[in-house]
C-alpha cells in the first residue's frame, strides 16, 4: 500500500486533532440530551401504561358490579321461585318480566351487548342483546319454556357452574358471533355468576357480554403513529392458540388473530428477548434491539392468576422521542465544517512549501521501481539531493543485475526443459510396452501360420485388424502424453465406461495372467460419461498395471467398480496389495514421482493421469482399503444418452 505523503500526514494530523476535539464535544452534548429525553419517554410510555391498565381494571370490576346488581333484580327472584314451582302459569308471567328487567338493564348501560339467564343445562331463556329481547324457540329445545339457544358444553359456561355464590367468572376477550351468521361482532368479555334456588340449589348462570371498545379505542388512542404505539397482548401459556395474540392494536387487521385465521401474534413482530418479559413479568420496560424503540409493559388479570391476563404494551418510537437532537446535530456539524475547513486550509499552506522537493523523490523511484532505466531528476544540494542521487546509483546497479540474472534463468529453464523431455521418453517407452507386445505377438503368431501354410483369411483380417487396433492404441497413449504436456484441450464425447473398462481389462489381462493376478470386474448396465475414450483408456490401464504390480504374484486381487451418482460417474480400481505410506498418498501424482524400484519406473502413469481428468472435468483420488490394498477412485462428469 502507498505511504502517505508528508502532506497527507500533516493534514491527517490537524484534522484528527480537529476532529478528536468535536467528537467529544459532540459525544458529550448529544449523550446527555438524548439520556434526558429517553428518561423521559420512558417515565412517560410508564404512566401511560398504569393509566390504561387502571382502565382495564375498571371496566372489568364495573362489569362484575353490574352483573351481581342484575342478580340482586326482585324480578330474578320470584322468576327463579315460579321455575322451581315448575308452575307454567306462574313461570311465563315471571320470565317475561324478567326480560324486562334485564332490557332495563340493557338500555341504562350501554357498555353491555347482551345479557341472558341461562339454566344449569345450558338453556338460555332470557336474553336481551343490543336493546331487543330475543324470542325463545319451542319447548322441544329441552326446556318446558323453550330456549333462545343452549350453551351447553360452552366452555365459559361449564367454568362458571362450579363457581360460589357470588363470585364471578371472565370469559377470554374475544370478538363475538351473531348465532347462524358469519360476520364478526366488535370484541367483547362474558361476566358469569352463578344464582340459587331459595333451598341451595343451583338455578343456573347470570350472563352479561361487555363490550370492550372502551379499552379498544383508549388504548389506539393513547400514542399517534409518528409518537408510537400501543397493544394489548394475551398472557396465556395454557392456551397455546391464544398465547401472544393481540387483542387491540392500532392496526386492526392484528386483532384476534386465533378467530379471523391470520395467525398474527406479538411473537412474530418482536424479538424473544423482549416478549419473554412480557409474559412472564408484572411490569418492565425494554429497549427493541432493532429499533431502538421503547417498550413498557403492565400486566392485569381479571381472572386473578398471573399466568393468564391481559398485558399492555406502550412503545414509544425512537425517532419521535430523539427527535430534538436533529437540531442539536445540525448546529454542531455547520461548526464542525467550519473548523475543519480551517484546519485543512493551514494544512495546506504548510504541506506545500515543505513536501514538493519529497514528492519529487517519491514520484522519481515510482518511475524507477516501473522502469529500472529512469531516474529521478532532482537538482538540489541538501540532503533530499543525496537522497535522489544515492537512489539513481542504486537503481543503475539494479538493472545491471537484473540483466545477468535473466540469462541464468534462462539456461536453467533451458536446462530443466532437456531433463524433462529425458524423463518423458522413457515415460513414453513404459507407457507403449503392452500395446507394443501385444502388436508383436499378434505378428509373431501370424507370421508362423503363414509359414505353416495355414492361412485363414478370416484369421489374418482379425489378427491384422488387432493390430491396427494396438497401433491406434500406441497413437492414443502418444497424444495423451502429448495433450498432459502441452495442455491440449481432448476431444470430449459421450461414451460407455463400461465398455472403456473391458477394454482396459483386456489389454492387460497378459501381464495379469503371467503375474498369476486375479482380475475382476463388477459389470453393471451401460453407465455413460462424457471425456475423450482413448485418454480414458490410457488412465484405467495406468491405474491397473499399478495395482497388478503392487499386489503379490499368485495371490493379487485387483478389482474394479463403476457407479453413477450426483451428475458424474466413479470408477474404483481396488488391489489388495500393502499400500501406500501416509507420508507417500500427498507425493503420488507429483509428476515423476515413484514408489517403484529404480528402473521399474518413470513416476508419469499417475501423473499423465492426473492430467487427462483435470482436462476432462473430472478427477482422481487415493485411500486406503479396509483390509489393505488401495482404492483409486476416478470421478468424470456423467453423460447423457442423445
Known amino acids: 500500500m502507498r505511504r502517505l505523503k508528508i502532506g497527507q500526514k500533516l493534514l491527517a494530523t490537524l484534522l484528527a486533532l480537529t476532529l478528536f476535539s468535536l467528537l467529544t464535544f459532540y459525544l458529550l452534548i448529544i449523550g446527555s440530551t438524548e439520556k434526558i429525553l429517553r428518561e423521559n419517554a420512558t417515565r ?15 371496566l372489568a370490576e364495573n362489569s362484575s358490579r353490574t352483573l351481581l346488581a ?66 325463545r324457540k319451542p319447548a322441544s329445545q329441552g326446556s318446558a319454556l323453550g330456549a333462545v339457544h343452549s350453551l351447553r358444553g360452552r366452555e365459559f359456561f361449564t367454568g362458571a357452574l362450579a363457581l360460589p355464590k357470588g363470585s364471578v367468572a371472565v370469559s377470554n376477550m374475544e370478538r363475538g358471533r351473531v348465532e347462524e351468521e358469519e360476520k364478526w361482532c366488535p370484541a367483547l368479555v362474558r361476566f358469569s355468576t352463578p344464582v340459587f334456588f331459595d333451598e341451595g340449589r343451583l338455578a343456573g348462570l347470570v350472563i352479561i357480554n361487555v363490550w370492550a371498545e372502551t379499552a379498544g379505542s383508549t388504548i ?22 391464544r398465547h401472544g395474540i393481540y387483542l387491540f392494536h392500532q392496526n386492526e387487521a392484528c386483532q384476534f ?41 403492565r400486566f392485569y388479570s381479571p381472572f386473578g392468576s398471573d399466568t393468564r391476563g391481559w398485558v399492555l404494551v406502550v412503545k414509544a418510537s425512537r425517532s419521535f422521542f430523539l427527535s430534538p437532537l436533529a437540531t442539536i446535530r445540525e448546529q454542531i456539524t455547520l461548526w464542525g465544517v467550519v473548523v475543519v475547513a480551517l484546519a485543512v486550509g493551514a494544512a495546506l499552506f504548510f504541506a506545500r512549501s515543505l513536501t514538493k522537493p519529497i514528492r519529487a523523490v517519491v514520484e522519481g523511484t515510482e518511475r524507477i521501481g516501473r522502469d529500472l532505466s529512469r531516474r529521478i531528476d532532482l537538482d538540489s544540494r541538501d540532503e533530499l539531493g543525496s537522497l535522489a542521487s544515492g537512489i539513481n546509483e542504486l537503481a543503475a546497479t539494479l538493472e545491471k543485475n537484473l540483466d545477468e540474472r535473466q540469462k ?9 526443459k532437456l531433463a524433462s523431455i529425458g524423463e518423458m521418453a522413457a515415460g513414453l ?41 494396438q497401433t491406434a492404441r500406441c497413437s ?19 461414451l460407455d465406461t463400461v465398455r472403456v473398462v473391458q477394454d482396459a481389462l483386456a489389454l492387460v489381462g497378459i501381464k495379469a495372467k503371467q503375474k498369476g493376478v486375479s482380475l ?93 481428468l483435470a482436462a476432462l472435468g473430472g478427477e482422481i483420488g487415493v485411500q486406503p482399503a479396509p483390509n489393505g490394498g488401495s482404492i483409486f477412485t476416478v470421478t468424470i462428469p456423467e453423460g447423457s444418452g442423445q
Open 44 to 58: 412517560q410510555v410508564r404512566q401511560l401504561a398504569a393509566k390504561s391498565t387502571q382502565e382495564l381494571q375498571s
Open 70 to 135: 342484575a342478580t340482586a333484580a326482585p324480578d330474578l327472584g320470584r322468576f327463579l321461585r315460579a321455575l322451581e314451582s315448575r308452575d307454567p302459569r306462574r313461570m311465563e308471567p315471571a320470565l317475561s318480566r324478567l326480560e324486562l328487567t334485564f332490557l332495563d338493564f340493557q338500555k341504562l348501560d350501554k357498555s353491555l351487548q347482551a345479557i341472558r339467564f341461562v339454566d344449569s343445562e345450558g338453556n338460555v331463556l332470557v336474553k336481551v342483546r343490543e336493546g331487543e329481547i330475543l324470542p
Open 220 to 241: 389506539n388512542r393513547l400514542l399517534s403513529a409518528e409518537e408510537g404505539s400501543a397493544f394489548l397482548v394475551e398472557r396465556n401459556p395454557a392456551s397455546p392458540e
Open 257 to 297: 388473530g386465533n378467530q379471523t385465521g391470520t395467525e398474527i401474534k406479538v411473537f412474530q413482530d418482536f424479538p424473544p428477548s423482549v416478549t419473554s418479559s412480557w409474559m412472564k413479568e408484572q411490569e418492565g420496560v425494554a429497549i427493541d434491539p432493532r429499533s431502538g424503540d421503547i417498550l413498557a409493559h
Open 408 to 416: 541464468v534463468e534462462e539456461k536453467i529453464r533451458h536446462a530443466d
Open 429 to 469: 517407452a513404459h507407457e507403449l510396452n503392452t500395446p507394443l507386445s501385444n502388436i508383436n505377438a499378434l505378428a509373431t503368431l501370424a507370421r508362423k501360420e503363414v509359414e505353416r501354410g495355414e492361412c485363414d483369411r478370416r484369421t489374418i483380417a482379425r489378427d491384422l485388424a488387432d493390430i491396427s487396433s
Open 476 to 494: 492414443g497413449i502418444v497424444s495423451g502424453l502429448l495433450s498432459f504436456a502441452r495442455r491440449q484441450e481432448p476431444c470430449i464425447t459421450c
Open 520 to 612: 475382476r470386474f463388477f459389470e453393471t448396465e451401460p453407465v455413460l460419461a462424457r471425456g475423450d475414450e482413448q485418454q480414458l483408456l490410457q488412465v484405467f490401464i495406468n491405474l491397473l498395471v499399478n495395482a497388478i504390480d503392487a499386489v503379490d504374484p499368485g495371490k493379487g486381487i485387483v478389482a474394479v467398480e463403476t457407479a453413477r451418482g450426483d451428475g458424474s460417474v466413479r470408477i474404483r480400481f481396488i488391489d489388495n496389495g500393502a499400500g501406500i505410506a501416509a507420508e507417500q498418498m500427498g507425493k503420488i501424482f507429483d509428476p515423476f514421482y515413484t514408489t517403484k524400484e529404480v528402473g521399474a519406473g518413470t513416476g508419469l502413469g499417475l501423473s499423465v493421469s492426473y492430467g487427462i
